[in-house]
């Protein structure tokens, strides 16, 4: 199957490539940039892909609020030029979206049925994204995911494992919940809808697909430095417990964003890693 992957150099589509060994033509910014959304139409007319795996995005939450347009060009009009060659040339399309797009009001986990309201501009750009994909395709599956961690570029993992190592003051707020995804197991999960794919099976919707277990940041922080610790990276550490309105960068994100992935382990009955195994098996990669 002649499949392209956006996103070539973040932390999704490098684990596509090297964790889920997913064979794809993977493209860079510098091959086609989503800044000029009919280049997006003039590459995908030149090579004529069957499957799109688009794991590009304006992923910068904070710098979107003060360059919205910028996010408006790659998380929505560029998915728009990749929705409309779908529809055109009969091809699938896998897309990525957020949490971000809910505004955390719902008390228990979002299921794929939730009415959308997204609080900042990130998320406002990643729905109209997820509605040019639903609204111009046939053939495409919308996998949101929460919170994601590899080993690979500037994720929230990284930044602590980075602060810790050098010995910085950690904080971790203990005010704001979301489901942690390991990269490595949602490229797994991404390179599984594609074996369906490719026997012919059309997988159409929206899908959650995160980490099993629902995690505060100071938890998820806590349980980073437990492994590092585990792995002898460090003797010891400290964590500041806080709430989100003392850390703040500006933005504004749901308090309690969790997802139900129901629809998605019964499909392909998952089991699930704990949140501490797969945090081990990235950081396996850092010792
Ligand atoms: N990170 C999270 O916590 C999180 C949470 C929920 C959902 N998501 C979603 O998951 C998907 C994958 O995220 P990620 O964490 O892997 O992102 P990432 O590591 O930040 O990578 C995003 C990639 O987008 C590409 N990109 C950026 N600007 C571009 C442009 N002008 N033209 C073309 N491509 C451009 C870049 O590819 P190149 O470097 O190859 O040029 C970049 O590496 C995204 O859809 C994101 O919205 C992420």
């Avoid at 684990?15 to 033509?25: F, K, T, V, W, Y």
């Avoid at 690979?152 to 904080?171: C, P, R, S, T, W």
């Avoid at 999960?189 to 794919?197: C, D, N, Q, R, T």
């Avoid at 550490?237 to 629809?263: H, M, Q, W």
């Amino acid at each position: 199957m002649n499949i392209v992957v956006f996103g070539k150099n973040g932390q999704l589509a490098q684990s596509l490539r090297n964790q889920a060994n997913l064979d794809a033509n993977y493209v860079s910014s510098a091959e086609v940039d989503f800044m000029k959304p009919s280049r997006v139409s003039e590459f995908l007319n030149d090579i004529s892909p069957e499957l799109i795996i688009n794991c590009s995005a304006y992923t910068n939450v904070v710098a979107a609020e003060n360059d919205e347009e910028s996010a408006h060009k790659i998380n929505v009009e560029s998915v728009g030029k990749i929705s409309e060659f779908c529809n055109l040339n009969n091809a699938h399309f896998i897309h990525i979206s957020t949490e971000l797009v809910f505004d955390g009001e719902k008390k228990q986990p979002y299921t794929e049925d939730d009415p959308t309201n997204p609080l900042n501009v990130y998320g406002k750009t990643k729905m109209l994204g997820e509605q040019m994909v639903v609204n111009n395709c046939s053939k495409y599956a919308i996998l949101r995911t929460s919170w994601l961690y590899s080993h690979y570029g500037e994720n929230f993992l990284m930044k602590i494992f980075n602060a810790v190592l050098k010995g910085d003051q950690i904080y971790g707020v203990n005010d704001r919940f979301g489901n942690p995804t390991s990269a490595f197991e949602l490229a797994r999960i991404i390179s599984k809808l594609v074996e369906k794919i490719s026997k012919g099976e059309n997988i159409e919707g929206v899908f959650h697909c995160s980490g099993s277990e629902v995690s505060s940041r100071y938890n998820f922080v806590k349980m980073i430095c437990e492994v590092m610790k585990e792995k002898g990276l460090i003797s010891s550490y400290k964590i500041e417990e806080s709430v989100s309105n003392l850390i703040s960068d500006g933005v504004t994100r749901p308090e309690n964003a969790t997802f139900d992935c129901n629809k998605i382990t019964t499909l392909f009955d998952l089991r699930d890693k704990t949140l501490k195994n797969c945090i081990e098996e990235v950081i396996d990669y850092l010792v």
